[in-house]
T-cell receptor
Framework: AQSVAQPEDQVNVAEGNPLTVKCTYSVSGNPYLFWYVQYPNRGLQFLLKYITGDNLVKGSYGFEAEFNKSQTSFHLKKPSALVSDSALYFCASPGNTGKLIFGQGTTLQVKP | DAGVIQSPRHEVTEMGQEVTLRCKPISGHNSLFWYRQTMMRGLELLIY????????DSGMPEDRFSAKMPNASFSTLKIQPSEPRDSAVYFC????????????FGPGTRLTVT
């Protein structure tokens, strides 16, 4: 079955430190992969996507993600975390029916 | 562009009442999605439309839920009759196509059924 997994419910990082939010996928064919962020009481916002090409994808707010086909991963990264990055992050990929399969979400907590 | 617009933002109703949630997608987007988010179940896709036609409604919980898209700029999600377990945040999202394109989410409707 096709799936997207985020192995960490919560990630804690100090402001100014690099952050990584992990995502692994199991989808057939060449995957399309997305990251979304959800701030409290808001809808999800698109951050970045991988379709094809360069394995390092740059997105909004200084975030980037690295596609690794051999490890079937698409981890979200940022070199220097901000307190304002604290939010819920979702990885997603369309399954073979076209609809997005979301991971369960990872809460990022950035402490000052 | 104003983004995806949803109304109302908050709805409190009593069990047994009919609830109608509304969504206006981004102009030019051909696909529209209805999601439900709860702490227990996370984010669930209820139904999606492409070119105003329902494509996949396998996520609709039961017959009490129905969705329509009468034209490219408007969709409704109706719950009749509502039950307390329907309490959740309901999101509408739109995209250029069902797959391969990012979805843009509305602010959501927080539904409370007492």
């Amino acid at each position: 079955a096709q799936s997207v997994a985020q192995p960490e419910d919560q990630v804690n990082v100090a402001e100014g430190n690099p952050l990584t939010v992990k995502c692994t996928y199991s989808v057939s064919g060449n995957p399309y992969l997305f990251w979304y962020v959800q701030y409290p009481n808001r809808g999800l916002q698109f951050l970045l996507k991988y379709i094809t090409g360069d394995n390092l994808v740059k997105g909004s707010y200084g975030f980037e993600a690295e596609f690794n086909k051999s490890q079937t991963s698409f981890h979200l990264k940022k070199p220097s975390a901000l307190v304002s990055d604290s939010a819920l992050y979702f990885c997603a990929s369309p399954g073979n029916t076209g609809k997005l399969i979301f991971g369960q979400g990872t809460t990022l907590q950035v402490k000052p | 562009d104003a983004g995806v617009i949803q109304s109302p933002r908050h709805e409190v109703t009593e069990m047994g009442q009919e609830v109608t949630l509304r969504c206006k997608p981004i102009s030019g987007h051909n696909s529209l999605f209805w999601y439900r988010q709860t702490m227990m179940r996370g984010l669930e896709l209820l139904i999606y439309f492409n070119n105003n036609v329902p494509i996949d409604d396998s996520g609709m919980p039961e017959d009490r839920f129905s969705a329509k898209m009468p034209n490219a700029s408007f969709s409704t999600l109706k719950i009749q009759p509502s039950e307390p377990r329907d309490s959740a945040v309901y999101f509408c999202a739109s995209s250029l196509a069902p797959s391969g394109y990012e979805q843009y989410f509305g602010p959501g409707t927080r539904l409370t059924v007492t």
